[in-house]
């Protein structure tokens, strides 16, 4: 199993950012997927999620509204759209997905929002 994310960077508030994870290694659009981060000296937290046939969606509190998950099972693809970003949302954010034999991650993209 692999996750690998892309699309993070250094963005002012009130920007936007489009982050990418493509998985390989399992029937990807049999399984839930999940976005989560951690910011410095937190701990990780779940950020979004969408189921796999039905394709339903749950969002933290802190981010309805602002941001979108969606995914491609087409190309093995989950996205996290990010709108309207505050400097509290500057974290690493990995995907996430739990298959029987574990629970994997990526290694993380880094997402800074500052002036």
């Known amino acids: 199993v692999q996750l690998v994310e892309s699309g993070g960077g250094l963005v002012q508030p009130g920007g936007s950012l489009r982050l990418s994870c493509f998985a390989s290694?399992?029937?990807?659009?049999?399984?839930?997927m999940s976005w989560y981060r951690q910011a410095p000296g937190k701990e990780r937290e779940f950020v979004a999620g969408?189921?796999?046939?039905?394709?339903?969606?749950h969002y933290l509190d802190s981010v309805e509204g602002r941001f979108s998950i969606s995914r491609d099972n087409a190309v093995n693809t989950v996205y996290l759209q990010m709108n309207n970003l505050k400097p509290e949302d500057t974290a690493v954010y990995y995907c996430?997905?739990?298959?029987?034999?574990?629970?994997?991650w990526g290694q993380g993209t880094q997402v800074t929002v500052s002036s």
């Open positions: 969408i189921s796999s046939v039905e394709t339903r969606t």
């Open positions: 290694g399992f029937a990807f659009r049999n399984y839930h």
């Open positions: 996430s997905t739990a298959i029987p034999g574990g629970t994997y």
